[in-house]
């Protein structure tokens, strides 16, 4: 009799230590708060719950090791790194109307929206990004600092790049990212001579400015050299906007910047496995069957490099995200790696583009890197996401999205696996428009830009693309097949105006000398450029060549022709543009960053042959405003019988087409 009572007896301990090793990486989840969200129509009641949790990581362990500079980062008493990030839930109130689906929103740069979900599923956010401040009320992760052997401290390059600065400036601050500037590694030294500042001109014409010229330092109020300052840099007699400046250092105390992949494993992974913490908080998700995640620009080049760096299985070996949807993301993100900039956006000199970019296994000769997949890793663990990647024409020409489907030699399209689809959004800025409706003007011209803003959307296709991803996971239920441009179909073409069928407008730009180049980098022996990890020892990298890149095909009106076109673009108003010009400064006359421009069609005939514009008139094309209406009604239904567009949406779209302007 006692012999199988002690069996039942010694499972159960077997099973609760089990149960505890497999959440031992995230020891703590604190609730700071619990408010109510905003009512969202046709959704449950919600509450945001918001707080912090604490994980620790073993070193030794195979699924972190690949996290650079960890070995280094300090030791708890179990030998164990410690980090803590914080984190949002919003949550139906009442459990029961939960539909089991875990959506988890990459923020971008710290920033984040969340709340109410229509359908019942629980959303999350949680910080990744540790160079970001972490009092600011964004989303963070506090990373830990790596030391070198017997607590040296340990250095490594530093590049620093300045642009368009203002006319004048004396001093800059010495910071990274694009959008949310973060500070640089302080130098090892403030000597000049340990550090080189180089004056780049338009033709690239570089020069070195003279070390007793510049300084580690504050001039803003004092003369040249200032005072003193490891965040900032003087220049005698001030900036130059006509150049670009390069700053290259040793840099000390790098912030293990990888730990932001293994928070976010760790909490998906509890949110979706885990009862209680170590300490008996118990999970402020409840019930978790399915977890997708999407993220947006630099979010989404996160979760490429997630995926491709073996975080889609946690430390038990079990999946974290069943579904991942990568959105207007043409890279990976540079965040494992020494004084890493994951808010970098391909700009000159910048990581990112380095790393595998293709689904399925393709052989990067051009660069000398073998054969590779984003996949490799999951699929040799069997935790390999569903996939759903989205993009449009902003990605190709200011992200250089173009390798990812044509290789590094773009001759030939790299075919997709199928366990991923791919949908392009065709004529549309980066991320679409925000602003929404029918503006035969345009959007506000985007900063630094020469042309009016593009105003075609794409987030009522980027919905219904979700909405697949999450049926995939649930319910099995495959999206339909992948539409975007390619090679065989004659979609991609060199980035000319004769090579894409560029029509003919008089004053206005032509896509030639547009497209962002993909140069070839080395960045050092210690640069491990498949997993974009490691320490770039060779700051600024050298250039080995430039790799060729191809350009949706465009029609008469000059609008793009694959993919999945907007309601907008069905009846356009206008050649809706992936790439604009760059108004003034150092970059004029080349693409303005990953901003989309606009040129309107004249309203009427009379206006169109004075312009010599070849492009039919508004008036041309629909007549009134009544004709216009029409067709926006018949391009609803087309979109809408062809499962692109959610019932909201088409009433809402018929709506603003009523309500615009267009030939009133």
């Known amino acids: 009799m006692l012999r199988p009572r002690l069996l039942v007896t010694a499972s159960l301990l077997t099973a609760a230590l089990s149960a505890q090793a497999a959440q031992a990486h995230l020891v703590r989840i604190e609730v700071e708060k619990v408010a109510p969200a905003k009512p969202l129509p046709g959704a449950p009641a919600y509450e945001i719950v918001s707080g912090r949790f604490f994980g620790e990581l073993d070193p030794a362990d195979r699924r972190n090791r690949i996290i650079t500079d960890l070995a280094g980062a300090p030791r708890n008493a179990r030998g164990r790194v410690e980090y803590s990030a914080t984190f949002a839930i919003a949550r139906p109130v009442d459990p029961a109307k939960a539909s089991g689906v875990l959506f988890y929103d990459v923020p971008n740069r710290g920033n984040f929206i969340i709340g109410a979900d229509p359908y019942g599923h629980v959303r999350v956010v949680s910080g990744w990004q540790g160079d970001l401040p972490e009092d600011a009320g964004l989303q963070t992760v506090h990373a830990p600092v790596a030391h070198g052997p017997g607590g040296r401290p340990l250095t490594g390059p530093v590049l620093a790049r300045f642009v368009d600065m203002p006319a004048g400036a004396t001093s800059l601050p010495i910071v990274g990212s694009i959008g949310r500037p973060t500070p640089r590694p302080e130098p090892v030294s403030l000597d000049t001579h340990q550090a080189r500042l180089v004056r780049e001109s338009r033709d690239g014409a570089r020069q070195a400015v003279a070390p007793a010229d510049w300084a580690f330092a504050d001039c803003a109020q004092e003369p040249s050299p200032g005072r003193p300052d490891p965040t900032r840099l003087c220049l005698k007699g001030g900036f130059d906007p006509a150049f670009a400046y390069t700053l290259t250092y040793t840099g000390k105390d790098p912030k293990v910047l990888g730990v932001g992949f293994a928070a976010t494993r760790d ?127 902003a990605e190709f020409w200011g992200l250089r999205m173009s390798p990812g489907l044509v290789g590094t030699d773009a001759a030939r399209d790299v075919p997709l696996p199928p366990t991923v689809r791919r949908y392009y959004f065709p004529s549309v800025t980066h991320g679409g428009s925000f602003i929404g409706g029918f503006r035969a003007e345009g959007d506000p011209a985007p900063p630094g830009c020469r042309l009016v803003g593009n105003p075609n959307p794409s987030k009522e296709s980027l919905r219904v693309a979700q909405a697949m991803l999450v049926a995939w996971v649930r319910d099995g239920k495959a999206p339909p097949p992948s539409r975007y441009p390619t090679l065989q179909a004659g979609d991609l073409v060199a980035p000319s105006a004769k090579a894409m069928g560029w ?115 508004l008036e041309e094309r629909y007549g009134d405003h009544a004709g216009f209406v029409a067709r926006v009604r018949a391009a609803v239904k087309r979109q809408a019988d062809a499962g692109w567009l959610l019932p909201e949406d088409a009433a809402r779209l018929v709506e603003e087409a009523e309500q615009s302007g267009v030939l009133r």
Not at 571 to 576: D, I, N, S
């Open 267 to 393: 909490l998906v992974a509890f949110l979706r496995t885990a009862q209680h913490d170590d300490e008996g908080h118990p999970n402020p998700a409840g019930q978790v069957r399915w977890a997708v995640a999407s993220g947006t620009s630099q979010s989404g080049n996160f979760l490429k490099s997630f995926v491709n760096l073996g975080f889609n299985a946690d430390e038990q070996g079990r999946i974290v995200f069943d579904g991942v949807n990568p959105n207007i993301a043409a890279r990976q993100v540079p965040l494992n790696l020494r004084f890493g900039v994951p808010g970098g956006a391909a700009r000159p000199y910048e990581a990112g583009s380095e790393g595998t970019l293709w689904w399925s296994r393709y052989d990067d000769k051009a660069r000398g890197r073998g054969v590779t997949s984003l996949l490799d890793r999951c699929s040799a663990d069997h935790t390999c996401p569903k996939v759903v990647e989205t993009f449009g024409s």
């Open 503 to 617: 029509p003919a407008l008089p004053g206005a730009p032509t896509p030639d000398g547009k497209l962002n180049p993909l140069p070839d980098q080395d960045f050092g022996p210690s640069f491990q450029a498949r997993d974009l990890s490691g320490v770039a020892s060779l700051q600024p990298p050298r250039i080995r060549g430039v790799i060729p890149q191809r350009v949706p095909r465009v029609d008469a009106d000059g609008n793009e022709t694959a993919g999945v076109a907007s309601v907008q673009l069905q009846v356009p108003l206008g050649t809706y543009l992936g790439w604009n010009v760059m108004a003034a400064g150092f970059e004029a006359g080349q693409g303005c960053g990953f901003a989309g421009g606009f040129i309107p069609f004249a309203r009427t005939k009379a206006d169109r042959l004075s312009a010599r514009d070849p492009r039919p008139s």
